[in-house]
């Protein structure tokens, strides 16, 4: 997180009783004691009303996201036809967000809301690395499931994306993501506002140069947000007008013998649309979520937002809300699997009442699974293969 102020030096005057420093902490000179100050410095950084909403709703989406994004993980671990390949690509999306969660939430929401950084330098090195690491991995988890929905979908014999490929794109998303954030584990320091008070309003930001800075930060919001905003646009574009020019549901020959449902192809893509509409759901929701905060960054490191602007009062605001729906976006994944795939819907149900997966459901997925059109007594089971949800 930066810095909302400068570093300050202070003058220093000699009483006969005691040392009197002048401090500035905008917008007035405190010309008093240490400890005095010290007193004014704990009122200054207490939480506001409007952060103590911030904390309790950051409170809100670090439980949903824990638990979301764990559940996740179990439920494609514990069901084997859930483990198709846009399922894994989804399992190391919940895994990065599950990490920003532990590792960054915490002490970086303590520092906006405190405005200082209580954990040392070691773990404000640690900390920011590792956030910028899992929202890398993140943003190139969703740009992977967009390449692999544009393969399985419009070119699905040119292709075939094996568990292996999965495992080496995986490996592949952490390896950049690590590269992008390496800059953070070496040049992220403590700064201490005032030369003698070393716990309070002390931050951890880049110790680069202004100009370097500015550039790594630019070269964030592309990497992080532009670029894959525009690979996924592009590739989910495709695979839309692939599946919704596609012949329409019901137009295929039907089975008489299957009391009017839908024949397996069309199933197939009904359930190959509902799955784009969730992906799709995701990025959007994505964008929206990151928009706020690379607007901030861009005006601030492009000087459109001039040190006059600091002490607007909206400007602290804005800065935690932008924060806030950035993790927001981290947590509200599982809940959109909830309401917009059955699969995973079902998962999570059984797993919370303690029963065995729901059976007889037609689930395309990478396995062969039985479809009785929702007639455990019928008589015309099918099977159907595909890489779904």
């Known amino acids: ?28 000179n405190y010309c008093t004691t240490r400890e005095k100050f010290l007193e004014i410095l704990k009122e200054y950084t207490f ?7 911030f904390a309790l709703l950051h409170i809100a989406v670090f439980v949903v996201g824990t638990i979301g994004n764990l559940l996740v993980c179990f439920v494609v671990w514990r069901s084997r036809h859930m483990q198709t390949v846009t399922n894994l690509f989804i399992v190391n999306l919940a895994v990065a967000d599950f990490l920003v969660f532990v590792t960054c939430q915490p002490p970086t929401v303590l520092q906006n809301i405190t405005e200082t950084w209580f954990l040392g330098r070691l773990f404000c090195k640690i900390a920011i690395f590792f956030q910028n690491l899992c ?4 943003v190139l988890t969703l740009c992977a499931i967009s390449v692999e929905r544009y393969y399985a979908i419009c070119r699905p014999l040119k292709a075939k994306i094996t568990s292996r490929k999965v495992g080496i794109a995986i490996a592949f998303i952490w390896m950049i993501g690590i590269i992008v954030a390496l800059p953070n584990l070496l040049f992220m320091e403590i700064e201490n506002t005032y030369a003698d008070i070393d716990h309070l309003l002390v931050y951890c ?15 964030i919001v592309l990497s992080t947000y532009l670029v894959p905003v525009f690979i ?6 495709i695979v839309s007008i692939h599946l919704w020019s596609a012949a329409a549901p019901g137009a295929q020959a039907r089975n008489p013998r299957c009391n009017g449902h839908h024949s397996p192809i069309d199933a197939q893509l009904l359930s190959r649309r509902k799955v784009a509409k969730m992906l799709i759901a995701i990025v959007v929701i994505f964008f929206i979520c990151y928009l706020p905060i690379h607007l901030l960054f861009i005006a601030r490191y492009s000087g459109l937002l001039k040190e006059e602007d600091e002490n607007h009062p909206l400007l602290p605001v804005s800065f935690l809300f932008s924060h806030w729906l950035c993790y927001f ?3 509200i994944n599982p809940v959109i699997y909830n309401f917009m795939s059955v699969k995973f819907r079902d998962e999570f149900r059984s797993v919370f009442s303690c029963s065995s997966p729901p059976q007889g ?13 929702n007639d455990a007594r019928s008589e015309n089971s099918r099977f159907v293969k595909s890489s779904d949800l």
């Open 1 to 28: 997180m930066e810095s909302t102020l400068s570093m300050l030096n202070t003058t220093v005057l000699h009483d006969v009783n005691d040392t009197i420093t002048c401090y500035l902490l905008p917008p007035q």
């Open 47 to 53: 939480p506001t009303p409007m952060e103590w909403l």
């Open 135 to 138: 929202v890398s991995s993140s």
């Open 205 to 219: 930001g880049m110790s680069l140069d202004p100009n370097l800075e500015m550039i790594y930060q630019l070269f």
């Open 232 to 237: 996924m646009g592009v590739f989910y574009s």
């Open 329 to 331: 976006n981290n947590a």
């Open 361 to 373: 459901r037609l689930y395309p997925s990478g396995t062969w699974t039985r479809n009785k059109f």
